[in-house]
């Protein structure tokens, strides 16, 4: 039976990267080494790191100035080494959910830190609007798309201060003016390749003015200056996060693959409203177009544990919603075909037929 893989992360990868991948183990363009035991300073692993930036940038059209740097410590790490390098006096961060709050928690060690909005009274199920950004403010962090609420921030908003944002869940799923961005981060483990490598693009001059002596390999200058090889960067990942942006590349780019994110998103959210057994958790205009969170209708709460398990024996994968929002969550992020999405609606539309 065919899979259908809705799993939130590490999540679903496109078939083409995973068999390129699998071969590179085995034997690099033919080289007779793996990928996994060559030098990361020889030519050959060289050859793959400036393709992987080469293909952000292009991808992406970041601007002049700005780094692409593939590191270690997953975007989590990135929760310290964000005000460890640019927190002086005080940061602002926006609370969008738990990924945001964890980021939050960790400026405090280092300095003010103003929550300018939260969503937490209503579980985190919108995005907060009319907010102010402190303009004394060393930065303004946000996590543009909310990975287990099914919440995104879906438009590059302007900042007095240098916009900071954990982009996860939502790299490449859309094109960005990364020019409104101080720095961008990301685990690659949603939408780009398998956990191990983070991806984080800096403007260059926002550093240097924390005031702070930052260790070596926690200070952004280390990695912009050695090219991300102060230390051995993690080789596969990094060769499996150039396979999906060559793959991306042939798909179209971002623009195209937000045209297919949004009429995926379109379709499921079509059914959550049209279905009388199930209703979205997310507010309308905050919905995020790659996780899609739905519980069952009141009337129907019974039948929740019952419809996880008919959707499991018909292939569906990961759809077991987060334990803080319940119910079920389908991410379909870039590498998930329409034709999945149209499988899990089948089954939704199956199950209502039946216990309606
Ligand atoms: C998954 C996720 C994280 C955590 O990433 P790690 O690489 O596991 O540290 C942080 N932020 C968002 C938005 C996520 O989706």
């Known amino acids: 039976m065919k899979k259908h893989n809705f799993s939130a992360g590490p999540s679903i990868l496109a078939k083409e990267v995973m068999e390129n991948t699998a071969k590179a183990v085995v034997d690099l ?18 050859a793959i790191m400036d393709e992987t930036v080469a293909l952000f940038k292009e991808l992406l059209e970041i601007p002049e100035g700005y780094h692409v740097l593939f590191l270690g410590g997953g975007a989590s790490l990135q929760f310290s080494m964000v005000p460890y390098n640019l927190l002086g006096k005080k940061a602002a961060y926006l609370e969008t959910g738990s990924w945001a709050k964890k980021a939050a928690k960790e400026a405090k060690f280092f300095g003010e830190t103003v929550i300018v909005a ?6 985190y199920n919108y995005i907060p609007k009319n907010f102010t950004i402190p303009e004394d403010a060393d930065y303004f962090h946000i996590t543009t798309n909310n990975t287990i ?13 240098p916009l900071v944002a954990d982009m996860s869940s939502d790299i490449f799923s859309r094109p960005v003016d990364i020019s409104k961005y101080g720095i961008i981060y ?6 780009l390749g398998p956990a191990g490598v983070t991806f984080v693009i800096i403007r260059e001059d926002i550093l240097g003015k924390a005031g702070r002596p930052i260790p070596t390999m926690l200070d952004y200058k280390t990695h912009i200056d050695q090219g991300s090889m102060f230390n051995t960067p993690p080789c596969l990942p990094i060769y499996t996060s150039m396979e999906t942006l060559r793959w991306l590349k042939k798909m179209g780019g971002v623009r195209k693959m937000q045209e297919i994110n949004q009429h995926k998103a379109q379709l499921m959210y079509s059914e959550i409203e049209r279905n009388s057994l199930f209703v979205g958790t997310a507010e309308k205009d905050s919905r995020s177009i790659m996780n899609v969170c739905f519980v069952m209708n009141e009337k129907y709460k ?12 018909k292939g569906m994968v990961g759809i077991k919603g987060h334990r803080s929002v319940g119910g079920f969550r389908a991410s379909i992020y870039n590498a998930m075909a329409v034709e999945s999405v149209q499988a899990l609606i089948d089954v939704m539309q199956e199950f209502e037929k039946e216990h309606k």
């Open 29 to 46: 363009n033919g080289t007779g080494l793996s990928v996994m035991e060559i030098s990361h300073r020889g030519k050959d692993f060289m």
């Open 302 to 313: 019974d039948l929740e544990a019952e419809f996880l398990s008919f959707a499991t024996s």
């Open 186 to 191: 990301g685990g690659a483990q949603k939408n």
């Open 118 to 123: 939260s969503s937490a009274d209503k579980n």
């Open 149 to 161: 609420y099914g919440t995104e921030i879906k438009e590059d908003m302007n900042s007095p201060v």
